[in-house]
């Protein structure tokens, strides 16, 4: 284990909307990340203090309330309840769920601003804003929609185009119209405080450019540097709105913070509102340069927290700058972008509804396609084969094949001559040290998806020497062996449940208590030793397979919302590839085709389409190089099962020996998916 850097952590996962339910998509984005991180910290006996909150000002929430003909402040309170209530049962260990219209946030936030005005920080200016005479009200971005310059989008936001994604002003939409009464607005002039990003350049290309070239993640420190060099301007901090934190400045009436402005402070007054409830003091946390600040957001918001944000601490002068900003790409669903309201999405409500007790199967699957480096995807018969070719048949084949042994041959009891049974394995012991290394870099590293990966690894260590040593058959010849067996079975499954917390915690209570293991949570640096004479509990199954009726049912709901909203829509579907010339019944026979395992994947250095992968047939671990690389990321596809023909004479592919070829099925416009058998099958099996 690396030193100790910092003395206390403050983590912070990015303040949801609270103007209606939000998707999986946000999950994993922000939210799982960030609480696999604090869960791993906590673990490591770290100082954490981990916070969140509902963003409940700006247009977001009157537009809602307008939809909903209600108030803004019955929005919010509605959405707050049901988001942080969504959070808990997923497990998501916020030490606080805050909210922003508290009267702590409003002081907290109009104390920051005063103190940036009394410095001369913010320039008055006197400006041009769109006016919607017919409401007789300044209209928000959000309250303006016209035809995006960039994509032609024509219901595009005076923020941003959510077609393109790119962002905008209202004056550079094409065609302005209000979205209250439809009619053209018309500029109307009104004063606001400005934040002069632009003054803070050099610093920035100081402090990102230089600073964090080699530790922030490629895609953020890329969105970082596209803005910095393309020149920074003034950015409003206030706003003409009814609902929002009022401006503490004589002579303000009508006018409210930013919400881009006030929700990064939220993270502020939430860790205020957790000393107070706690007996602690909140400014060590964000102003002890011993305390790391981390941020977890999702990529649409990378600005504001690595520029921005930063620039208000920098200004203000008394806190520490985010350590990093880790923030992930977008998940995508079965072919589409998400989107809530356009009715391609999975909330959280829904699947916690509709799948009640798979909130860890929720959590793996998302960890596992995580969008660190690029948008993923998420689709139902995916989900449905991780959950039981790896959840199923890995993890929970392995603790259940050892339990089950040990309540058949000692009644569940652990006997031994020593007084404490540790793990009796040498070979055990490194590959075991091993995966705790990889699984620090990893945490460190910010490379979750990665870090589950080697917590899998774990498993399959364990299966792989329960099959080897067959405690089942020596139990008659040698006991002894059988009984040293099953002893360091246990030993690493208890390993593994403690490894398992940050991303399966209820899977990890669930095997302690089949254990009867004295506490509930287990630290990594903790002896692993059980008592002589230890009896364990009863064994249940920890997963149960996903049926296919599951993700039919899952399927059908999600056409039939998307059909409510928009309405049917004509596909026209390319014609199918023509097929080949046919061949011998013999020459078909001739191929030998099994079921493989990708252990490991790497990109072929100077190619485009080339990846190097292992494979293990079930007869022998080969290389083979595939054309898959602009198609699947490597962390993302270690454990997939593939059809691999394996007696395909090898040949060499840029100086590596390719010993055979995956079978990928590949649409008209040329997406790829593995060939890949729907429930787990042993390597080896062969394809007929």
């Known amino acids: 284990m690396e030193p100790q850097k910092y003395k206390r952590y403050t983590i912070t996962a990015a303040l949801p909307y609270a103007n209606g339910p939000k998707h999986i998509g946000h999950l994993a984005g922000a939210y799982i990340p960030a609480d696999l991180y604090a869960r791993y910290l906590r673990l490591r006996k770290r100082d954490v203090v981990f916070v969140c909150g509902s963003d409940e000002h700006g247009t977001a929430i009157a537009n809602q309330a307008m939809k909903e003909h209600t108030t803004p402040r019955a929005i919010v309170d509605k959405y707050h309840a049901l988001i942080k209530d969504c959070f808990e ?94 009619n053209k607005p018309v500029l109307k002039p009104t004063k606001h405080w400005y934040l002069p990003l632009d003054k803070y350049e050099d610093w920035l290309k100081e402090w990102i450019l230089k600073g964090h070239a080699d530790d922030w993640r490629s895609t953020v420190y890329g969105q970082c540097k596209s803005w910095i060099d393309g020149g920074l301007h003034p950015r409003a901090v206030t706003r003409d709105l009814d609902w929002g934190i009022k401006v503490p400045v004589k002579g303000a009436d009508g006018k409210v913070l930013y919400v881009w402005f006030d929700a990064p402070i939220g993270y502020i007054s939430a860790t205020k509102q957790w000393a ?112 039981n070719n790896e959840l199923v048949a890995i ?44 699984l620090e870099r990893n945490f460190e590293g910010y490379k979750f998806r990665s870090a589950q990966q080697t917590m899998m690894e774990i498993a399959r260590l364990g299966n792989r020497y329960l099959t080897e040593k067959e405690p089942w058959k020596t139990i008659k010849t040698n006991p002894e062996d059988a009984r040293l067996a099953l002893h360091n079975c246990l030993a690493l499954i208890v390993h593994l449940a403690t490894c398992l917390q940050p991303f399966l915690p209820g899977t990890a209570k669930k095997i302690f208590g089949m254990l009867n293991w004295p506490k509930d949570v287990v630290g990594f640096d903790e002896e692993v030793a059980f008592a002589k004479g230890h009896q364990l509990n009863q064994s249940s199954l920890l997963f149960e397979k996903v049926e296919d009726e599951v993700i039919e049912r899952q399927m059908q709901k999600l056409i039939d919302k998307k059909l409510a909203i928009e309405g049917p829509v004509v596909v026209e579907e390319k014609p199918a590839i023509p097929a080949k010339e046919n061949i011998s019944f013999d020459q078909f026979a001739a191929m030998d085709v099994r079921i493989g395992t990708i252990l490991t994947a790497e990109k072929v250095a100077k190619t485009k389409k080339l990846m190097k992968l292992t494979i293990d047939t079930g007869i022998d671990q080969r290389t083979v190089v595939s054309g898959i690389a602009e198609h699947f990321e490597p962390e993302g596809i270690i454990g997939q099962q593939v059809s691999i023909l394996i007696n395909l004479e090898p040949r060499e592919i840029k100086g590596i020996l390719s010993q055979g070829m995956i079978l990928m099925a590949e649409n008209a416009e040329g997406k790829l998916t593995f060939a890949a058998p729907v429930n787990w099958m042993p390597n080896g099996s062969v394809v007929r």
């Open 395 to 438: 993890l929970g084949n392995f603790v259940n094949r050892v339990m089950i042994l040990m309540h058949k041959f000692y009644d569940g009891k652990i006997e031994s001559e020593s007084a404490t049974i540790t793990l009796q394995d040498a070979t055990l012991d490194t590959e075991l040290g091993k995966f705790y290394d990889e």
């Open 89 to 182: 049962q997923i497990g998501i260990s916020f030490d606080i769920y805050h909210r922003t219209s508290s009267d702590l946030h409003h002081q907290t936030a109009q104390d920051f601003f005063t103190n940036l005005n009394d410095k001369g920080i913010f320039i008055e200016k006197e400006d041009e804003q769109y006016y919607d005479e017919h409401a007789g009200v300044f209209l928000a971005d959000r309250y303006i929609i016209g035809t995006c310059p960039n994509c032609g989008n024509e219901n595009a936001y005076g923020d941003q185009c959510e077609k393109c994604g790119t962002s905008l002003s209202p004056e550079e939409l094409i065609n302005p119209r209000s979205t209250l009464s439809g």
């Open 276 to 387: 107070i409830d706690n007996d602690k003091d909140w400014k060590i946390y964000w102003q002890d340069k011993e305390s790391k600040l981390v941020h977890f957001i999702g990529k649409d918001n990378i600005v504001f927290h690595c520029i921005v944000f930063p620039v208000m601490l920098k200004a203000h002068g008394e806190f520490v700058l985010p350590d990093n900003v880790p923030a992930n790409e977008f998940m995508n669903l079965e072919g589409d972008k998400m989107s809530t309201s356009r009715g391609w999405s999975i909330e959280m409500d829904e699947y916690l509804t509709d799948l009640p007790n798979r909130v860890d199967e929720l959590r793996y699957y998302l960890t596992a396609i995580a969008p660190e480096t690029s948008d993923s995807e998420f689709t139902w018969k995916d989900y449905q084969a991780r959950v």
